[in-house]
């Protein structure tokens, strides 16, 4: 089994910055990825950004390209969701996924294990 973790929301005002972690454990996938999605009430879970365990390639939703930056840290089992420039549409619950069959799906339905979910909000 795979646990997710995710830490760092918060509320923000238009413009400020937030980092958001999710930190695996138990069974990893070094073959596979980490993914960020985020859900706002009443709407579906969108993709984020996806990132590559093996060699940090990354992919991000036309929505955040520009102000979201995806790293990891391997030995950590950790990867970081840096959002800058944050506006009030950012705002919702964002949850990390990953799953053992490889990376870079943007379909909620390509991930098997998901994390908790942790709140956003971006005031105007």
């Known amino acids: 089994q795979v646990q997710l973790v995710e830490s760092g929301g918060g509320l923000v005002q238009a413009g400020g910055s937030l980092r958001l972690s999710c930190a695996a454990s138990?069974?990893?996938?070094?073959?596979?990825?980490m993914a960020w999605f985020r859900q706002a009430p009443g709407k579906e879970r969108d993709f984020v950004a996806t990132i590559r365990w093996s060699d940090g390639s990354t992919y991000y939703a036309d929505s955040v390209k520009g102000r979201f930056t995806l790293t990891r840290d391997n030995a950590k089992n950790t990867v970081y969701l840096q959002m800058n420039s944050l506006k009030p549409g950012d705002t919702a619950v964002y949850y990390c996924?990953?799953?053992?069959?490889?990376?870079?799906?943007?379909?909620?339905?390509?991930?098997?294990?998901w994390g908790q979910g942790t709140q956003v909000t971006v005031s105007s």
């Open positions: 138990g069974r990893t996938f070094s073959n596979a990825g």
């Open positions: 996924a990953t799953d053992p069959t490889g990376w870079g799906s943007r379909s909620k339905y390509g991930y098997g294990f």
